[in-house]
């Protein structure tokens, strides 16, 4: 081995670059022969090639390049291996204004530096990239170098993609931000066993009120919750990783007095290696609703009053779960106890046979799809419990889903039988009377029975003639009709005896049950006898006729065990007026009196039933209306009590000179407007008015975004699936009102699978035809992107699925859900343009679609490059155009115009504004308000751009009812700020568009 080969051999076990290094022509350059080079720099590049971390070389006053084999895995092809010896100047020019003040600084004995995750772009496999490093440049000792230093040593790690990482991971958490910051329900984020703020969202500080929570304790944030129990929930939840989930909570508050109530959860957060490290905060203000749910069971109480005030009986016939519930009053019609079950069965039964056909009829009409019809009958029962025969009044109608099918069946019953007793008694009266006045008695008898037999509710009804001089009935001459004998059975005429006639002789009326009971010795007749006893009623009419005392029997076929009072009197009163009318032939007159008195009291009765009804209507629609506006007046109250308030200790202290302490007053007054606002989006929100910001969105990215958020929001019984459709078509709506959907949605679904289950989010492209939107109203015809959430949990009934977007709708028990979240997401569906719609049934688990109108333009077509910084250079003369009608909010404007540098012209109305546009005055933007009296805010920046088509317009609005602002319909150059917006809100806006 020659000394040649010993001198080099500090470049020997350098892997490829080691071997590079050997069969490099050294003596070429400026360092010649490697035997000649200095210690510390064979020193530096032994130990470079032996190391497995990135390492790079300058060395001498030309710089030149040396590096290791895990350094050129990050240059490319450009610059290995030419680089190797290369100067660096050349090698690295196109970064060299980034590197070249390190290495002067090092070269010069100034001292290493230290870059960390620092951005220097390089040209590698043929394209300009944006890579990130971490290195040190470090001095390597040369005592024969200017300033002792020969070279310097670069050890270095390339970072792109930890960098990459970190910067999606800050835009996931900024997303996640915004998205809760804006969400209706409050949020926060504890970490440590001190539950230390870590976030907390808008809705957040508008139940808490403005404070400085985040880096500071529950304990210290809110020491008011001392003794009501919420650290001690959160201390179990951070110790035992258990979920804490509560309804209706109370909680009192330093910002209110009054006790609200909460709907909230804590859910631990674990770290990799599963221990628990924060409580993630979530929840609803109930107070509301809480409210609302207690004055609901004082008004179904006030109902139940009502309605038993008035004699209606309730009917409910339930045809998923087949169950019929009836209210105490509707059972008392039926003849049952108010504990009593009953069914549908004992409904058809309890229907006399005479009306059973026709009443049933009449029901299946109501639940036929094809007919729909009211249901209004009136009918006759026999009571179960009291065989006491009853008319009823009943009205109700079906209810059906959306393929067509009854699923329920609702109304009411009120008992008319003091009505139909009236009616009755003069129909029988009168034909009474016409009948026995004439001289067929055989005749006028048995048309008497058939009107005896309607007004008893009966179908049978025979009579015969007893004479008590003879003793006896004669079949041939007194069964005429021939339904008396079938009614008795085998009793024989000589059964009735001469009691009849001891007990007629003094001229009595009297309704007989015991006058067949004498015993005879055939056994029989006994039996027979017994059985008519028992089972039949028997009234008897005595009258005179040719001076002979005779008697009308008649024959009902109800037991006289189950007549009413009132029947018992009538037939009394029936027996005697036929008598009259057979011995005087006359009783019209005082029939007719009789019977006006009755039908007035029927009338007045009617009237009455009918006035409590109306009452009770209205009563409950002031009841909710009330409600409604009180709930708001007091909210509104609180919130302008502690604007006004704070901003007149402002205007005192001021005045006093002591301004020590105005941060907290103006803080205060600021917190009580940012939640008046807050109050007015959710107003808008539940009417479906909220003031949207509509863009191009590719909605499978956005979905695909949230997954990571879905998975921890849902837990690890619920397993989620994304099934996103290729080629999706673009659609235009509020993004971050979207995500909000998705996440509500995804959130519902979780509280339907208690025991766990499996979520799946799908999209696809949609058409709704025009036969679909001609059936469904809210359904507009056209292209859609569906977003559909499918939960495998309980699901909903046709009559849940009717009512699951009306505001404050829930199946949820008592102080648990604020009835809120679909109805939100129905309102943002509508003003997007699309629709929702629910597909569901008990026990199959839920699907909500959500419909967004498909967008026929590119994704970026309508961002706008603003590229502005705050401290951008304003043109001079700029001037801006501010029209609003309010005094207040003109000035404001007009006062951040005047701060930007910006020249600002007033106009107190639309007509005013427009003649200024009419002149030759310079204007480069347009504010308006869109709700200005008489000629609105869209009517003169139309009017505008008609003179000025360049022209920029900003709309201001506090309610988003104008579409053009909502549904697309803005122009190129106009944008819209809603109210309430803060002044640096305003500023940057305008900025933005005048600089753009």
Sequence with gaps: MNSEQRDSSFLAGGGEMGALMLAHDWKATPLGDPAGWPQSLRTAIRLMLNCGHPIYIFWGPDLLCFYNDAYRQSIGPERHPSSLGQPGRTVWEEIWPIIGPQIDQVMAGRGATWHENHLVPITRNGRREDVYWTYSYSPIDDADAPYGVGGVLVVCSETTQKVLNEQRLMREIERQRRMFQKAPGFI????????????????????????????????????????????????????????????AMKVRLATDASTRYIDFVYEPMRDEAGAVYGIFVSGHDITGRRIAELQSLLNEESLRLTTEAAEIGIWDVDFVTNTLTWSPRTKAMFGFSSDAVCTLDDFYAGLHPEDREATTRAFQAALDPAVRATYDVQYRTIGHDDGVVRWIAAKGKGLFDAAGNCYRAVGTAIDISAAKLADARHAFMLELSDALRGSDTHAALNEACALMGRFFGVSRVGYGHLDPVEDMFDYSECWTNGRAQPLLGRVPAHAFGVKIVNRLSAGETVVIADLLNDPLSDEEETRATARAVDTRAILVVPFLRAGRLRTIVYLNDRPIRHWRPDEVAFMEEVAERTRQVIERGEAEAALRALNATLEARVEARTAELRAAEEAL???????????????????????????????????????????????????????SANRAAALTHRLLAFSRRQPLDPRPVQVNPLVGSMEELLRRTLGERVELTLALADGLWLTRCDANQLESAILNLAINARDAMPSGGRLVIGTQNRHTGAAEAAA?????????????????????????????????FTTKPMGQGTG????????????????????SALGRGTTVHLCLPRFEGEAGAE??????????????GETVLVVEDEPVVRNLVVEVLGDLGYRAIEAVDGP????????????????????????????????????????KVLFMTGYAENAALVFGALDTGMSVITKPFTMDALATRVREIIEA
Excluded: C
């Design 188 to 247: 926060a984020v504890l970490t440590g066993p001190d539950h230390v703020y870590e976030y907390v969202n808008d809705a957040y500080l508008a139940i808490a009120g403005q404070r400085d929570f985040i880096g500071r304790s529950v304990r210290e944030a809110l020491p008011e919750l001392e003794g009501q129990g919420f650290y001690e929930l959160l201390d179990r939840v951070y110790s035992t990783g258990e979920r804490y989930v509560a309804h």
């Design 617 to 671: 209507r209205q009563s409950q629609k002031m009841e909710a209306i009330g409600q409604l506006t009180g709930g708001i007046a007091h909210d509104f109250n609180n919130l302008l009590q502690g604007i006004t308030g704070s901003l007149d200790l402002v205007q005192r202290r001021v005045g006093q000179g002591r301004l020590g302490d105005l941060d907290r007053f103006i803080s205060g007054a600021i917190a």
């Design 776 to 808: 469904h109203a809210d359904r507009p015809a056209g292209d859609h992107v569906a977003i559909s959430v499918t939960d495998t949990g309980t699901g909903m009934d046709a009559e849940t699925i009717a009512r699951a977007f009306e505001p404050f």
């Design 820 to 839: 809120l979240g679909l109805s939100m997401i129905y309102g943002f569906a509508r003003q997007s343009g699309g629709y929702a719609w629910i597909d």
């Design 863 to 876: 961002e706008t490059e603003s590229g502005t910084s705050e401290d951008a250079t304003i043109e001079t």
């Design 912 to 951: 005013s504004g427009v003649e200024i546009v009419q002149s030759a005055q310079r204007i480069d933007l347009l504010i308006t308000d869109v709700g200005l009296p008489g000629l609105n805010g869209r009517q003169v920046a139309d009017a505008a751009r008609a003179l000025r088509p360049d022209l």
